[in-house]
Nanobody, 114 residues
Framework: QVQLVESGGGLVQPGGSLRLSCAAS????????MGWYRQAPGKQREWVAT???????NYADSAEGRFTISRDNAKNTVYLQMNSLKPEDTAVYYC????????WGQGTQVTVSS
């Protein structure tokens, strides 16, 4: 049974930082591409960042230069370090795992507000 469990969300002031984690189980983690998406209230889910099985990252324009995606295959975990957070980054953040099929986590809320 595949499980992706996100953690690390919360309330942060503008300009602050958060690190999200997504722990995977039930998959051969190292062969999966892992990604982060987000969904703000009233908006469609949007892509934030992806990291390939080989460790190559890619970022949406909104994340480039502020967010860093990384993975630890020994811990079956993917991370999203978010710096210089803005109110428009407020959303539920989801991780996914892709290898043929796509698996999703339940999400973690990130709120950027003063």
């Amino acid at each position: 049974q595949v499980q992706l469990v996100e953690s690390g969300g919360g309330l942060v002031q503008p300009g602050g930082s958060l690190r999200l984690s997504c722990a995977a189980s039930g998959i051969s983690f190292s062969i999966f591409a892992m990604g982060w998406y987000r969904q703000a209230p009233g908006k469609q889910r949007e892509w934030v960042a992806t990291i390939t099985s080989g460790g190559r990252p890619n970022y949406a324009d909104s994340a480039e230069g502020r967010f860093t995606i990384s993975r630890d295959n020994a811990k079956n975990t993917v991370y999203l370090q978010m710096n210089s957070l803005k109110p428009e980054d407020t959303a539920v953040y989801y991780c996914n795992a892709v290898w043929g099929l796509v698996h999703w986590g339940q999400g973690t809320q990130v709120t950027v507000s003063s």
